[in-house]
């Protein structure tokens, strides 16, 4: 499958396990957009991964995905059922998620899939944790402040995203470095 074929695939996965889904629906679709946006940071390879896994990174929230409840490793699972690795690592790892494993006791379930790291993971996080719930693009800082204020202190997400905090804060940082290097560089 070459990158087209596999954005496009992804892109029909998410909309057939998502589309009923209300403002889960919108953030997907938003962040898939904004993943494009910022594609021009990566190689063509990285690019249709990022874009793939943005359509992709909350799939495991679909009724009929949800076998453990933790939506990185259901859809990871499914997206590594179709024979797509690498987009699986990519779900399975996003914003934060080896935290909240931990916090879950799941580590073990998401070492099935390889971490991923470097500036495709910044570039999925960025993508994510600038898109509030309902699809509208937000500031880092209003993301996590909504994450925190819709799960109570004693929930595994509250922990995790608490914990994850700097490491996504770093992330999102590095993808607005490299977006301004772009922004600045000659035509």
Known sequence: MDADELVRWAEAQASGLLSGTGDRWRHVQAVAAKAAEIGSTLDDQDRAALISAAWLHDVGYAPELAATGFHPVDGARYVRDHGHERVAALVAHHSGARLEAEERGMADELAEFEPVDGPLMDALIYADMTTGPAGQPVSFEERITDILRRYPPNDPVHRAITRARPMLRAAVER?????????????
């Open 175 to 187: 993808i607005r470095r490299r977006l301004d290097g772009l922004a600045n560089q000659p035509m």
